[in-house]
């Protein structure tokens, strides 16, 4: 499996360049994964999102659907979109360092 | 060899209103959005019924002449390829049913009703445009239709919005 350097860790890292192994993942390495998708800074609000996305995932083996996250996490669909423009789910995954989620919802 | 450019914008088309033919738009959509593609999407003739208050939520599924319901009989523990006579289901009840148990599966899939759904590609982002002419001949209003259709317009007027778009005929 690939890998790449991250916040000075090396991590694997699957074919769409996601984090192979969530339990990798830090805060630090959020900051820097959200600057590749041209996320200049993490909120707290973004931080919601991020910690719900991966309890889903340690508990479900993939990230929740847009509607899930509405109702658990209580970030509405209006704000995740401005929180991630341009791909709200992926790019919430992509730095959550969990894999792409697969729904199609 | 280059890649071929990712897609941009999507212009879709509803023209039908029963259950299944309806959700195939709103899932584009909202897929397109979660991608960070812009969307619209036309409603026109019976998908009209997908967009107006007193309809949108009593969406039904054809059981009557739509010869593709084999693909539900694994639904009630039957095989896929059992044909679902059309007769059976003229029966008063069936096209209820056949709608509460496709609604089941969707709930189980996270997808939501057709109210909720328009709320949340509204919210998305996505477009929602009534067709006027359409419109025009079932006597409608703006009143008539759900808060997140956007305009009333003309199919040149659709055409001007979608510059640029793929247009998709669901």
Known sequence: MATREIAGITVEIDEDGYMADHTQWNIEMAVILAKEQEIEELTDRHYVVIEYMRKEFEENGTGPSIRKLNKQSGVS??????LFPGGPAKKAAFIAGITKPHGCI | MNKPDPIKRVSLVCAK?????????????NGARMEGIEASIFFTFFGLNAII?????????????????NLAMPMLKMPITMPFPTIIGAIPGVSNFATWLMKREMEKLDVPPVGEFLEMIDDAGAEIYACKMTVDMYGLKMDDFVPQVKEIMTVSEFYEKSAGAEIIFT
């Open chain 2, 53 to 69: 208050k007193k309809t949108h939520n009593n969406l039904k599924v054809a059981t009557v002449g739509n010869a593709a319901l």
């Open chain 2, 17 to 29: 209103g029963g259950l299944e033919e309806v959700y195939p738009a709103l899932i584009l959509a």
């Open chain 1, 77 to 82: 669909t209006k704000e995740l979109y401005q």
